[in-house]
């Protein structure tokens, strides 16, 4: 962090790694260099909102009033309500400095992530940046893009697992039970603020579509839970919609990045459609003013030399079978979970549709 300039790739290869970030205070340094945030803008000192005649007040109010369980247990009252206050101001900040922008259900829950360890000051500069790219397309005046977004879903589940994808299909599930988790980058579903951060280390360092790959990686390692369930809409949403929490996040974020690698979205869009969301076309501009320091290189590249710990161990214990090359892709998808395991080897290799439906009661 005091090099000049930054080497932003070792950045994001931290927030990848084992355990993200680890601290607080290391976040306030570094997801700032994450997302290219200009050091002058850190500086700013927020301004005062209008909240008199704003458009946006009375939704933005009720929810930030609905949002005391994200707020850390013990809390007290008056600290709580001047976060609460503190909350409000940022997001009004941002939809005033971006008219373009419109409030949807759900981005508080990222907002007050960004409050609750930045604070108000860097908080709002963060969030000027990531809701003009990563979030850009929940941020439309309709769901069109983020329809699209979660139309990836279902395609990288049948690369994977094509029996969960043609279980899932025949039940007429969709995808709507993960419109949540994306739109909050899963901080409305999971109760534990630690995992909360983990993930948005680990999808600050990455392509804006990371989290549907995270998405994708949580329906597959629910794979028995799933085929289980008995085949019928309601059932299946209801199953997948509550996220069990004490999953592998680890494990899952190291799988979620393979897969990424696997299946990038210039390939899944071919299934998708042709339509190219605008987060991930503001994101080409934003990967060329981080200076080349691509967090799908650095993705890749951790994919690599992970595979090479993968292919010498397995060479040193059996003797290799020849296999077609997409029998040998889901040889290595069944033995992502070994990953975790290696322990200083892993290290080592780490560190290198729906309408808004309000009957679905998505917030509760």
């Known amino acids: 962090l005091s090099a000049s300039p930054v080497d932003v790739a070792a950045l994001r290869r931290m927030a990848i790694s084992e355990g993200g970030l680890l601290t607080d205070e290391i976040r306030c340094q570094v997801w700032p260099r994450l997302l290219n945030v200009p050091p002058d803008n850190l500086k700013k000192e927020p301004e005062m909102v209008e909240r008199e005649n704003n458009k946006d007040y009375n939704q933005v109010l009720l929810d930030v009033q609905r949002s005391l369980r994200r707020f850390p247990p013990g809390m007290p009252d008056e600290q709580r309500e001047g976060l609460q206050e503190e909350l409000i101001n940022i997001i009004l ?53 983020t329809k699209h977004i979660l139309n990836y879903l279902m395609p990288i589940i049948e690369k994977v697992n094509p029996e969960v994808h043609d279980f899932m299909q025949q039940a007429e599930v969709g995808t709507v039970f993960a419109l949540s988790w994306l739109i909050t980058w899963f901080g409305h579903v999971l109760s534990d603020f630690r995992h909360v951060v983990r993930l948005y280390d680990f999808f600050l360092a990455c392509h804006p579509l990371m989290p549907i790959y995270f998405a994708a990686v949580i329906v597959l390692y629910r794979e028995e839970e799933v085929l289980d369930c008995e085949c019928d809409m309601a059932m299946v949403h209801h199953l997948l919609s509550q996220i069990p929490q004490d999953l592998p996040y680890e494990m899952l974020i190291s799988q979620a990045g393979d897969l990424f690698v696997q299946f990038p979205p210039s390939e899944l869009a071919r299934e998708v459609s042709s339509h190219e969301s605008t987060a991930a076309s503001t994101f080409k501009d934003f990967d060329l003013a981080s200076t080349q320091q691509r967090p799908d290189s650095v993705l890749r590249r ?60 998505l917030f509760p």
């Open 93 to 145: 900040r941002v939809l005033k400095h971006n008219p373009q922008l419109h409030y949807y259900q759900g981005y508080h829950d990222i907002v007050v992530t960004f409050l609750l360890v930045l604070g108000e000051r860097l908080a709002t500069a963060l969030m000027e940046k990531l809701s003009t790219h990563h979030l850009r397309d929940f941020m439309d005046p309709t769901m069109d893009n």
């Open 302 to 361: 951790r994919r690599r030399q992970k595979q090479a710990a993968l292919e010498k161990q397995m060479a040193n214990s059996v003797v290799s079978v020849t296999q077609p090359s997409a029998a040998r892709r889901f040889v290595r998808l069944a033995v992502m979970g070994l990953t975790v395991a290696l322990g200083a080897a892993a290290l080592a290799v780490v560190n290198t549709a729906l309408e808004w439906a309000p009957k679905l009661d």
